[in-house]
């Protein structure tokens, strides 16, 4: 398939960072660690990836693989033309991170990871561990037709008042931001993608922070441990009293890591 021209936000100007979304957010996700980044001397880039916010919504669940998200930040990339850059990505940007910087190494100056593992040691956790495997079964429930988008409507935002520290205009906003979009298909394209990305993971050197909040509810502690063999030159930094959505949970202190790493 061919990448899609991604929409983006855009602060500052000086060494780029690149700032990626998950689930169910877009580029409004980093409103607060954008204005800090710009003032510190960095051009901060945000775009919506594709099938949320502004940007293109391909037809098809093969359209969301995430082979097809690593391109397009490749030609998002190429469009900008400041690598190598520190690239930052939460949730599915996370993982579109992780296999970015392994696919394309030279582009990538540093790499910020927020409460997503390595694929290698998740698959690791999945293989040997009940406890991970469960927390992972709402995946299925998201990949069937259809429900996940009509309950969203009924009980999306109630989910997101539950999940994070979001105020009644936040969760407004991203409810807005839902309608028409593709955000399950990245669910429903998992499957037909697992061999592909298991050939493209593969031991990185790159300088990289992963940052995890304490109260992660998805993926458990141990998935950010004992895979030095793959990312040697990490650190880990632990957020305390925060959940999944950690830069919001939590966004001075995710800030303040993140400048202190990349500059």
Do not use: C
Not at 161 to 167: A, E, I, N
């Amino acid at each position: 398939m061919t990448a899609v021209p991604l929409q983006w936000i855009e602060e500052g100007d000086g060494p780029l960072v690149v700032l990626l979304h998950g689930f169910p957010e877009f580029s409004y996700a980093w409103r607060h660690q954008m204005p800090a980044l710009a003032r510190a001397g960095f051009r901060v880039v945000a775009p919506d990836l594709r099938g949320y916010g502004h940007s293109p919504k391909p037809k098809g669940v093969d359209a969301y693989r995430l082979t097809e998200i690593v391109d397009d930040l490749r030609a998002l990339i190429d469009k900008l033309g400041d690598a190598p850059f520190v690239l930052v990505g939460h949730d599915w940007g996370a993982f579109a991170a992780w296999f970015f910087a392994m696919t394309y190494p030279e582009l990538v100056r540093k790499l910020v990871i927020l409460n997503v593992p390595h694929p290698a040691p998740l698959s690791r956790e999945v293989r040997r561990s009940t406890r991970q495997k469960l927390k992972l079964l709402y995946q299925l429930f998201f990949r069937l037709p259809l429900v996940p988008e009509l309950l969203t409507r009924v009980a999306g935002k109630f989910a997101m008042r539950w999940l994070g520290r979001f105020t009644r205009d936040e969760i407004a906003t991203y409810a807005r931001s839902w309608r028409g979009n593709r955000m399950f298909d990245y669910y429903r394209a998992v499957p037909r993608a697992r061999h592909q990305l298991r050939r493209m993971i593969r031991p990185m050197a790159i300088p990289t922070l992963l940052i995890w909040s304490e109260h992660e509810p998805v993926f458990l502690r141990e998935t950010t441990e004992n895979f030095h063999e793959w990312v040697p030159n990490l650190r880990v930094a632990i957020v305390k009293d925060a959940g999944h959505f950690v830069q919001e949970d939590a966004p001075e202190e995710v800030t303040r890591l993140i400048l202190e790493f990349a500059s």
